[in-house]
């Protein structure tokens, strides 16, 4: 029997693993609290995802949504990605999984610094535009109506994909109607990440 784990909604834990007694030891322990238990979380859902399926009695393996799984799949050649993220903590997550696809990742801390990275890109620099939904000084939906409405060569050709918590049919709907292409939820699905990326801007599949 194969068993899929994943992590945690704040992404710090393990669904059906207790993590209460686990202390692992991190090179940058001094580093800001909030990375450190991104670390953790990510360290511990692959550890989870092993032992499991040994005491499955199968071969050592990731789940298929893992980003090592994923990334097994998929190859996107160092497609360079603007990610929209206000906390440091999903930014980390969401890189590790994107770069394990092959991405480049540009970090915008909201939407009004996504949308200025953009305009100053050259014609051709992001593949895609990620942008969180709820950010501080500017939300995901204006960045995205900012970004269509700018007079950058590719404002209305680029891709512009949500990432939100909110993955109700309105939801989704708000998304396409702020001027996105796609809506992906969150905690990230790394294998639909990258399906959905594929869909718009190629890459290789295993």
């Known amino acids: 029997m194969n068993s899929r784990i994943t992590l945690s909604p704040d992404n710090t834990a393990v669904r ?3 993590v209460d007694n686990e202390k692992p030891r991190w090179h940058d322990a001094r580093r800001d609290k909030r990375i450190e238990h991104c670390r ?3 360290f511990l859902f692959r550890r989870a995802a092993v032992r499991i399926s040994e005491e499955n009695g199968g071969e050592p393996a990731i789940g298929e949504g893992t980003p090592e799984a994923a990334a097994d799949k998929y190859d996107f050649g160092g497609a360079r990605l603007l990610l929209a993220e206000d906390n440091e903590m999903n930014m980390e997550i969401a890189s590790e ?3 394990s696809g092959g991405f480049s990742v540009d970090w915008a801390k909201n939407g009004e610094e996504a949308v200025r990275l953009f305009e100053e890109s050259p014609a051709g620099y ?3 535009i990620l942008l969180d939904i709820q950010m501080p000084v500017m939300d995901g ?3 995205a109506r900012r970004i269509r409405a700018s007079r950058h060569q590719e404002a209305a050709s680029a891709v512009i994909i949500a990432m939100s918590a909110n993955a109700f ?3 989704v709907a708000a998304s396409l109607a702020a001027g996105m292409n796609d809506h992906v ?3 990230i699905d790394p294998a639909y990440l990258f399906r959905t990326l594929r869909k718009y801007i190629g890459g290789k599949a295993g």
Do not use: H, N, T, V
Request: glycine fraction near 10%.
């Open 16 to 18: 059906g693993w207790d």
């Open 40 to 42: 953790r979380g990510l």
């Open 97 to 99: 999984i994107l770069k």
């Open 126 to 128: 992001y593949s895609a």
């Open 141 to 143: 939906y204006e960045a």
């Open 169 to 171: 049919a309105e939801d």
């Open 185 to 187: 939820a969150k905690p």
